[in-house]
């Protein structure tokens, strides 16, 4: 029994000893590579100022920097530059907050010394600190912090932030959760409470940075939002989804902002909803789009080249994407006021054309003529009413309640119905249009558009 303990501590000593020195050399080499990678992205330099290297760890200092001319022609030879001081122990043993055991632990800080004397926070923290513990079978978990900081006249203070994650062989998730934050201004005073990030990607991180489609979910939500004294937001999301179809390989990706509640000054809202779709995308052509764009960031890091090449490739590929047939729809505009609701929905897509190319796609009358849509749209009674009185008294300068306010939105109503462009039925007005070839119609009436 003894003699079977002391072969197994001697293995685990053995495993705690040796493993730190298989690992160095490959993290050394990763980290060179992702130096390089980061000078391929345009207006990005990075380098290793400086390496501390030792049995059980490493410690990198990589100054990274950006050119401001990327954003603002005028900016050319301003830079943006950080620190970041990446910290590696490496296993099997640990003792990390993410885990005991694993095969290193990386620890990426900006210190952010430079910024003290704009924000104020703990002296023993890093303005940002980023862990990821690799376990041995690939997979790891990360965990990220911003600790509680303010400005100098704490008219600006922020709670702090906290996130943890897990990325496995199928999937990677991630939710972050921030308490509050405040700008205390004198005339437009804005407090935000409550924010939540979640992610879910439903892959493994090759097949992410491929750059093609997959099924994932990433929503930012908001408990509340007050904007100046009379502006109050609650129960805010704003989700992204994308799909893929695994057989005909089409991704679609839909965007949905909602708000529970909107009150400002005497005007409320609720179940504000608008989600747009993007469908029937080609998952070939995105998958290509990255694979060239990195080929060609390796090669060059010249804006005017790359954009040049980029040009070409999508005048080269766009048909890729149109034979498809992709979609551009809104499966959900609604809401609810005091006087009623309302609902609207559309679709859209390109007629059956010849390849086009990127000078026309960014013409106007080219989607006028081109595009073939269909939209649907439904409010309550009282709500049509009381939006037109209340842009007549806006016009007219005059009481909502005046009777001449009435009587013109009134008019103005029986005139569209008179006209076809909507329709009573059972206390709702209701309207459908298309639009085919440049013409729009709305219940047989037929219209040019350009």
Known sequence: MKKTLAVLVFTLVAACIVTPKTIAPTYQEKMADIVSNINNAPGYTAKIVSTNAAWFGAENKVLVSFDTAQIDPALQGEKLEAELVIETHYGPLLFSRNGIFGLYETDIRFVGETLRNELSWDESLPLYQLSVLGGFTGNFKLADTIPAFSNPTNTFTFSGYAGKGEMSDKEFIYEGVLDQIDVDDVYNPTKAEGLTVSVELNADLETIMKGGFYDSMMDLSLDKLTLGMDTELSGITIGLSSTLDRDTQLGSLEIGYFI??????????????????????????????????????????????????????????????????????????????????????????LADISTPTIDELTIPEFWLYNAIVAANIEADEALVRSLAERFIADKMRAPVTAPEVKQQAQIIIAGLIQQGLMKLENDKYLSEITIEEGQGEIYGMTFPLM
């Open 260 to 349: 529970k509640e909107v009150v400002y000054e005497g005007f409320t809202a609720s179940d504000l909803a608008l989600v747009t779709e993007l469908d029937n995308l080609s998952n070939k052509f995105f998958l290509d789009y990255k694979s060239f764009s990195d080929s060609l960031l390796a090669e060059t890091n010249s804006p005017d080249s790359i954009y040049g090449a980029l040009f070409v490739f999508m005048q080269d590929n766009i048909d890729e994407l149109l034979t498809a047939k992709p979609e551009f729809n809104i499966t959900d505009f609604s809401g609810t006021f005091p006087e009623g609701s309302f609902s609207a929905s559309l679709t859209s897509k």
